[in-house]
């Protein structure tokens, strides 16, 4: 982990990955596109279930990237490495792209099942609050000009922000609502059928390679340019 | 094939979530690699200048 930490040894190694990660992204996607479509109608949703296999990968990647800004925050803030600044400053973006991704499939989702495309219940405003905890990072990073002083106040939101994430997760617990419980990571076993299950896992499956594709290639973009950086201040004439 | 575009009546909601979410994630990854190409050349730039 920490060897990897190197920024010389994290290109190479995430240099060889790379292709091998988003090939395999392209064919989870495709995969799971093909199932997706070849499903046939729920006899409850209709053919809105294949909304699903874009929400709640979206919504589920959303989660993930959260967890991993904040853990490469306290990483960050703890062991001061700058590797770890760089990883939750390039995850944000891409996890407000899949969080506003989940709010709109959720959206044109519960329209013609809900009969609103909002309702502001626990599971969809707490949702909404995280889309705007990214929004408020990536402002927050941009606003402070000293890299590593924007580094430590965006990790100070970042892991206060955390505590959002359990809200996200039990909001259907707690709280009345519109959203359904949950239904796949459940004791006693998913509860829709395998003929769903099985493109919503492959789905999933892509939108996180395609997440862990495009942060890889993010942090390798803001490594070169720290290192042109470095190299202007040093050989500036 | 008038069937597979109208998913059942609800076409209206299906198409477009899977129009945004192509557009959004094409986006993402054309605006990555973006990003990433320039990075490569600049600093390819300033490493020959130096």
Redesign the interface.
């Known amino acids: 982990m920490f060897e990897l930490a190197n920024p010389k040894r994290f290109m190479q190694f995430s240099g060889a990955l790379l292709p091998w990660l988003a090939g395999a992204a392209a064919l989870a996607l495709l995969a799971g596109l093909v199932l997706g479509f070849r499903a046939p109608p729920d006899y409850q949703q209709g053919d809105t279930v294949r909304i699903m296999f874009l929400h709640v990968p979206a919504a589920w990647t959303a989660m993930m990237a959260y967890g991993l800004l904040a853990l490469a925050s306290i990483v960050g803030l703890v062991n001061r490495h700058p590797l770890a600044d760089v990883a939750a400053k390039t995850a944000a973006p891409l996890g407000a792209v899949f969080t506003a991704l989940g709010l709109v499939t959720g959206s044109l989702w519960g329209r013609p099942m809900w009969g609103a495309w909002w309702v502001w219940d626990g599971r969809l405003t707490s949702f909404l609050l995280l889309l705007f905890l990214y929004l408020g990072y990536i402002a927050l990073g941009q606003a402070i000009e000293d890299e590593s002083r924007a580094a430590r106040a965006c990790a100070i939101l970042a892991i206060v922000g955390a505590v959002n994430l359990p809200i996200i997760e039990f909001s259907v617990d707690w709280w009345t609502t519109l959203h359904q419980g949950e239904s796949i990571l459940r004791k006693g076993g998913p509860l829709i059928a395998a003929v769903f299950l099985w493109p919503l896992f492959l789905m999933a499956l892509g939108y996180t390679l395609l997440f862990f594709s495009l942060w890889l290639i993010r942090i390798r973009t803001e490594i070169l340019e720290r290192r042109a950086r470095s190299l202007m201040l040093s050989g500036a004439p | 094939m008038s069937e597979?575009l109208s998913?059942?009546?609800?076409?209206a909601?299906?198409w477009?979530?899977?129009a945004?979410?192509l557009a959004?994630?094409g986006a993402?990854?054309a605006l990555?690699?973006a990003?990433?190409r320039r990075?490569?050349r600049?600093?390819a730039r300033?490493?020959g200048?130096?």
């Open positions: 597979f998913q059942g009546g609800y076409g909601y299906v477009p979530a899977y945004i979410s959004a994630l993402a990854v990555t690699l990003a990433y990075a490569k600049r600093l300033l490493e200048k130096l």
